[in-house]
């Protein structure tokens, strides 16, 4: 009897001995080291790849925003701020219906199929139905009519050619802090406008807040709205 509750103790003891070893281990020691050494060789990275103007952190470099208006009474989505770089659409976002006491967006894709709302045509191959009311293709249509508008100006005229992929869907995410170079200068006109700036001084301004390709070979040129908005700011500041 005395030999089982000795075993039983020592079993006991060795087991609160490796919690205690584990727990100090994993749950400090080894988090301790991962955060130092992420601190001291990646600490823009490690902190969220925080964006800072004027000494305030103004957002990520991996997160979108909008630029929009003040919401007006009797409207449910407010219009786009059109003195500022446009992002991609967000149509995949969500809100936060669940737990209201935050308020939340839900990041997520549309989840519509590339023939949505598309009809098939006199050749048998399918096309977007330009009557269509919802899916896919409504979706592309309004944005590509939204941007062609909005970007038009006196002296430059957008055609619905003109107008690249990523300016009238949404990524995976809803939240791409990305637009391609083809739609950042395409903004350039209405943006030289709205600012009352050079077109040429905003063309500048996109080639050099353009990113090429990882290594070189992967991905695609892109262009991160937050910072050429910023740069545009100091920009409207400098020649104002």
Not at 23 to 30: A, L, P, R
Request: proline letters at 5%; hydrophobic letters at 35%; charged letters at 25%.
């Amino acid at each position: 009897m005395n030999n089982s509750v000795g075993n039983t103790a020592r079993l006991l003891g060795a087991g609160l001995r490796a919690v205690l070893v584990l727990t100090v281990v994993c749950g400090v020691i080894y988090p301790l080291v991962v955060t130092g050494v992420a601190q001291a060789v990646l600490p823009g990275k490690a902190n969220g790849s925080e964006i800072k103007d004027g000494g305030k952190v103004v957002g990520s470099e991996l997160i979108g925003q909008r630029y929009d208006l003040p919401l007006k009474k009797g409207q449910e989505t407010p219009e786009p701020d059109l003195k500022w770089f446009q992002p991609r659409p967000s149509n995949g976002l969500g809100s936060n219906s669940v737990n209201t006491r935050y308020k939340l967006l839900l990041s997520g894709a549309t989840n519509l199929s590339g023939d949505s709302g598309a009809v098939t045509g006199k050749d048998g191959k399918e096309v977007c139905d330009p009557k269509a009311t919802d899916g896919l293709c409504a979706q592309v249509k309004a944005a590509q009519d939204a941007v062609v508008k909005d970007n038009s100006t006196a002296d430059f005229k957008v055609s619905p050619a003109d107008v690249p992929v990523d300016a009238v869907t949404s990524s995976a995410s809803g939240l791409d802090p990305h637009i391609s170079p083809e739609y950042a200068d395409l903004q350039a006109h209405r943006i030289a406008e709205k600012n009352h700036l050079d077109v040429k001084d905003v063309e500048e301004l996109v080639d050099d807040h353009t990113d090429g390709r990882v290594l070189g070979f992967m991905g695609e040129p892109r262009v991160n709205v937050l910072k050429l908005n910023i740069a545009l700011k100091h920009l409207v500041a400098q020649k104002g």
